[in-house]
């Protein structure tokens, strides 16, 4: 399986960005997804994950409420709407997949497939 983030940009604070994240390859080993994000000079951090199904969604508490993440399986495809943009929002944005569990996960150890990222920036 491989995982190609997209939809970064720059952005004024306030603003909004949606993320994509398409798969491709071995598509059905595909179940728990999630988005983390990395700053300069900080460690990559939880944003936010979402189950197989799609039923069950877990946030960071620094983006609950600004930002959802959802996904369309006949697409194997992931979203992350991101609202109400701040400048601490700015990292470099990874998705991620589980190819064992369907239940979504804060962890990063839980993801085995990563893709590459894409650059957010959000001026104040």
């Known amino acids: 399986v491989q995982l190609q983030a997209s939809g970064g940009g720059l952005v004024q604070a306030g603003g909004s960005l949606r993320l994509s994240c398409a798969a491709s390859?071995?598509?059905?080993?595909?179940?728990?997804m999630g988005w983390f994000r990395q700053a300069p000079g900080k460690e990559r951090e939880f944003v936010a994950g979402i189950s197989w199904s799609g039923d069950n969604t877990i946030y960071a508490d620094s983006v609950k409420g600004r930002f959802i993440i959802s996904r369309d399986n006949a697409k194997n495809a992931m979203y992350l709407q991101m609202n109400s943009l701040k400048p601490e929002d700015t990292a470099v944005y990874f998705c991620?997949?589980?190819?064992?569990?369907?239940?979504?996960?804060?962890?990063?150890?839980?993801?085995?497939?990563w893709g590459q990222g894409t650059q957010v920036t959000v001026s104040s």
């Open positions: 390859g071995r598509t059905f080993n595909i179940y728990a």
């Open positions: 991620a997949t589980n190819s064992v569990s369907s239940l979504a996960s804060r962890t990063s150890n839980a993801y085995d497939i």
